[in-house]
């Protein structure tokens, strides 16, 4: 009995990872898995000291990888693996470059344009759920033309009370985005920004009086393009 129980956790656990796999511009997709960089497996980044916390294993580079056309304000969609696992998502662009399937992402100049974290009682995969596992955005409407990458990053935080317990699921997209100019403040480094210790990823009390109305995801403020 104790062995199927173990079995069914296990099991359980594999199913909640996942991965970005589908996005959309103005509602318009330009595929299943087209235009990211896609990871070999589903399996969460926990090393956030890694260049892995940037684009995942193996996203160092976006060649073959279709770059996809945008512009400043366009709405975005993006789409996951279904996951029971509570946490936010956040997104964060870094660009412009001359070329995002050249761009390895590794270093300074990312910052965030997008987040959801507890809402109305609900943790942003648990909101996600009930569209299809669907979230949407806004790009920021003062950007630098150019090509950008996007980071979608769903944050897994039932394993939260131990440290290094906490499980990250990245994708990145690739974008040619045409804008009237701008610039973004404040901007973060990956890997860099985030420490194993910070108090949105170790938490200890997460299951024991831990309050998620005031918690606030990784990565910095939401940046002001201007």
């Known amino acids: 009995m104790l062995k199927l129980a173990l079995s069914f956790v296990l099991v359980a656990g594999v199913s909640a990872h996942q991965n970005f796999y589908q996005f959309w511009v103005n509602d318009v997709s330009p595929g299943y ?26 996203g160092t580079s976006g060649t073959g990888v279709t770059t996809v056309a945008a512009k400043a304000g366009d709405t975005i969609k993006v789409q996951w693996d279904s996951s029971t ?30 987040e959801q974290d507890y809402v109305d009682g609900k943790w942003a995969n648990e909101i996600m759920e009930a569209v299809d596992m669907t979230h949407t955005f806004t790009l920021p409407s003062n950007l630098e033309s150019g090509e950008y990458l996007l980071r979608s990053e769903m944050l897994a ?24 100019g701008g610039a973004c403040s404040p901007k973060i480094s990956l890997p860099g920004a985030y420490s194993a210790d910070d108090a949105d990823i170790y938490i200890p009390d997460f299951y024991y009086g831990f309050d998620p109305t005031t918690y606030k995801a990784p990565g910095g403020d939401v940046a002001i393009c201007s």
Do not use: E
């Open 33 to 58: 898995q087209v235009g990211i960089r896609m990871p070999p497996s589903n399996n969460p980044v926990t090393d956030v000291t890694s260049n892995d916390i940037v684009c995942n294993v193996g």
């Open 85 to 114: 696992h509570p946490g936010p998502i956040t997104h964060m662009l870094y660009g412009p470059v001359d070329s995002a399937a050249s761009t390895s992402g590794i270093g300074a100049g990312w910052f965030k344009i997008d």
């Open 157 to 180: 935080l039932h394993g939260s009370q131990t440290l290094g317990g906490a499980q990250f699921y990245i994708g990145c997209a690739q974008l040619s985005i045409t804008g009237p």
